[in-house]
């Protein structure tokens, strides 16, 4: 996180998105709508540990997700960036943002890497100022 009169940006590492989150997933309402829970509940506790506890509330800011898969297989990006739907709710459920529409939030097209040891998400989010 860095601070001053520079805009500030949160660094949210998460673990991949379950295919449960998947827009093409063709799972139980019930399993989806688990998955959804801890996700962003998920979501919410590391954005809340990377604020140092305290709410930004930024009013306008801009994501970039890189995904760190543990293989080469090509996937859908678009999807990918779906899956991280509950990620961004549990955003601002931990007050980091106003709301993830993209009139506040905008997202950056995703970068896809591997990462065989330790697959994960790492979702920077930085401050735009108006």
Partial sequence: MTEGSEAQSVIIDLPLPRSALSPNS???????????ARYRDAAYLVTRQAQGGA?????????????????????????AEASLKPAFDGMVDAG????????VLTRDRPVHQVDRRNPRVVIEVREVRT
Avoid: C, E, M, Q
Wanted: charged share 40%; net charge positive.
């Fill in 96 to 103: 980091l943002i106003v709301d993830d529409s993209t009139a």
């Fill in 26 to 36: 063709r799972v139980n309402w019930r399993t989806r709508a688990k998955a959804v």
């Fill in 55 to 79: 709410r930004r509330r930024w009013r306008r800011a801009v994501a970039r997700a890189t995904f760190y898969w543990p293989d080469r297989i090509r996937r859908d990006g678009d999807n």
